[in-house]
């Protein structure tokens, strides 16, 4: 199918799970992730609809979103080693995995004056070794110790769940996310508003909105994999 037909089926999916969680399908954005497909595609996800496109290779991403200066709003989705955030800066909207206080620092040198970076602390609720972020119990902390870095804004918390078979077995730690975003965003950091969260891929993005997401990040479901 192509990426318009896959859009509407992912959309009534989305609503299906708000209607059973109480909530409003408009507070969902679906981030097209594109990292494994080419220009081509990722144009067609702009004239499907798609507001949100996810990159999480800097030069991949880099090359698409100068090639496309004008569309979409853009979110850099995956780790970031420091020494690449000059490249990547000034070409993203979002960043959603902020996970150590060396990337933080880099930031602030290299954001552009009187610019805000908007930033999704990433969390590894699961624990897996596998998985960037910090632990649950390290957040708050971490959060109050960006208060120091002012060309960024915490936007909210962003994990990646275990690939189960079974979308069910993660709902918890979409919940935890969930808990601990409202942890944050109840303590009114001017720094950290933390009204959004970033949880949910293909497999799993229902359970993710019915915990509450509201940007959920889709790759192969919506734009394939080549």
């Given at each position: 199918?192509?990426?318009?037909?896959?859009?509407?089926?992912?959309?009534?999916?989305?609503?299906?799970?708000?209607?059973?969680?109480?909530?409003?399908?408009?507070?969902?954005?679906?981030?097209?992730?594109?990292?494994?497909?080419?220009?081509?595609?990722?144009?067609?996800?702009?004239?499907?609809?798609?507001?949100?496109?996810?990159?999480?290779?800097?030069?991949?991403?880099?090359?698409?979103?100068?090639?496309?200066?004008?569309?979409?709003?853009?979110?850099?989705?995956?780790?970031?080693?420091?020494?690449?955030?000059?490249?990547?800066?000034?070409?993203?909207?979002?960043?959603?995995?902020?996970?150590?206080?060396?990337?933080?620092?880099?930031?602030?040198?290299?954001?552009?004056?009187?610019?805000?970076?908007?930033?999704?602390?990433?969390?590894?609720?699961?624990?897996?070794?596998?998985?960037?972020?910090?632990?649950?119990?390290?957040?708050?902390?971490?959060?109050?110790?960006?208060?120091?870095?002012?060309?960024?804004?915490?936007?909210?918390?962003?994990?990646?769940?275990?690939?189960?078979?079974?979308?069910?077995?993660?709902?918890?730690?979409?919940?935890?996310?969930?808990?601990l975003k409202e942890e944050v965003e109840k303590r009114n950091y001017p720094h950290a508003p933390c009204r959004e969260l970033?949880?949910?891929?293909?497999?799993?993005?229902?359970?993710?909105?019915?915990?509450?997401?509201?940007?959920?990040?889709?790759?192969?479901?919506?734009?394939?994999?080549?």
């Amino acid at each position: 199918m192509g990426v318009k037909e896959n859009l509407l089926s992912i959309q009534d999916r989305i609503r299906k799970a708000c209607e059973k969680s109480g909530r409003e399908p408009e507070a969902i954005n679906v981030v097209a992730v594109t990292k494994y497909v080419s220009l081509d595609r990722t144009i067609e996800a702009l004239h499907a609809g798609i507001r949100h496109i996810g990159e999480n290779r800097v030069e991949g991403g880099v090359e698409k979103r100068e090639a496309i200066p004008d569309r979409g709003t853009w979110h850099f989705i995956g780790s970031l080693q420091s020494k690449k955030v000059k490249r990547m800066i000034h070409l993203f909207d979002y960043l959603h995995s902020l996970d150590r206080l060396s990337l933080a620092k880099e930031i602030q040198k290299r954001h552009e004056e009187g610019k805000i970076v908007k930033c999704f602390v990433q969390v590894n609720v699961s624990g897996e070794e596998s998985k960037s972020g910090i632990s649950p119990e390290e957040t708050i902390s971490f959060v109050e110790k960006l208060r120091d870095f002012p060309a960024i804004e915490v936007t909210g918390l962003m994990t990646m769940a275990p690939a189960v078979d079974d979308p069910e077995k993660v709902r918890p730690y979409f919940r935890k996310l969930r808990e601990l975003k409202e942890e944050v965003e109840k303590r009114n950091y001017p720094h950290a508003p933390c009204r959004e969260l970033s949880m949910g891929m293909s497999g799993d993005f229902e359970v993710a909105v019915e915990e509450g997401a509201t940007f959920v990040r889709i790759g192969s479901a919506l734009v394939g994999e080549s």
